[in-house]
């Protein structure tokens, strides 16, 4: 293992010199880092490990190794939809404990902001309709409809931006790592072509999901194979 340094982004991390940067994936501008040893690079901060499974850096945060607990690990879910149908695989990653933290958050997030976006949207559509609440509160029928409709996408719209936000940020340094490059890649797509791809990061799935689902270490080997 080296200290290597991608001259493209910054990125420094550890591996092998023909390694790829686990933040932009650029090959070609990864060089060692003359004179430092990679252990004391990475205790001093000066250099980061790559990526689990290939190194030891969380996959997720790219600042702190993985950790060893048998809860500190996420579910990865591609659903991609070809020509001649749908197709969804999940893959078991580990993390470390920060990152686990920040994933069950989301999930909570999820769970609140539900109700909300249903309410929302149920008032949007009452909002519509002559006899609707706002008109019996004694608004205008013309003028209800505006009202009805911008507190449906008040109530719904916030929540959503705020876990599309959260969610972005999770995943944001998570899709530049070559791990989910690798992830992707191990499923070929022999039905037909690829209209649509949709990920998404989860905290819990179903037993029966949990025990089809593939590790992340074995997609890995296999593709270095």
């Excluded at 991609?80 to 990653?93: E, F, I």
């Excluded at 309410?119 to 029928?141: K, N, Q, S």
Aim: proline share 4%; hydrophobic share 45%; with cysteine.
């Amino acid at each position: 293992m080296s200290a290597l340094r991608c001259n493209h982004c910054g990125a420094t991390f550890e591996g092998e010199l023909d390694a790829r940067c686990p933040k932009c994936l650029r090959k070609t501008s990864v060089v060692a880092v003359d004179g430092v040893e990679a252990t004391g690079a990475a205790a001093s901060g000066g250099a980061r490990a790559a990526a689990w499974p290939a190194g030891t850096s969380c996959p997720l945060c790219l600042e702190r190794d993985v950790s060893e607990a048998s809860e500190a690990i996420f579910w990865l879910e591609i659903a991609r939809r070809l020509q001649n149908g749908m197709r969804s695989s999940t893959v078991r990653c580990r993390c470390c404990s920060p990152c686990r933290e920040r994933i069950v958050g989301l999930a909570k997030q999820r769970r609140v902001a539900a109700p909300f976006v249903a309410i929302g949207m149920m008032t949007c559509v009452l909002a519509l309709f002559p006899d609707g609440p706002f008109v019996r509160m004694g608004i205008p029928h013309p003028t209800s409809i505006a009202v009805g409709l911008f507190v449906g996408f008040v109530a719904a719209g916030i929540p959503l931006y705020l876990v599309d936000r959260a969610n972005r940020t999770l995943r944001s340094a998570f899709e530049a790592t070559w791990l989910f490059r690798r992830v992707r890649e191990s499923f070929t797509d022999k039905d037909g072509f690829l209209a649509e791809e949709q990920w998404k990061i989860l905290a819990d799935v179903s037993d029966g999901i949990r025990n089809e689902a593939v590790s992340a270490e074995t997609i890995v080997e296999t593709k270095k194979a």
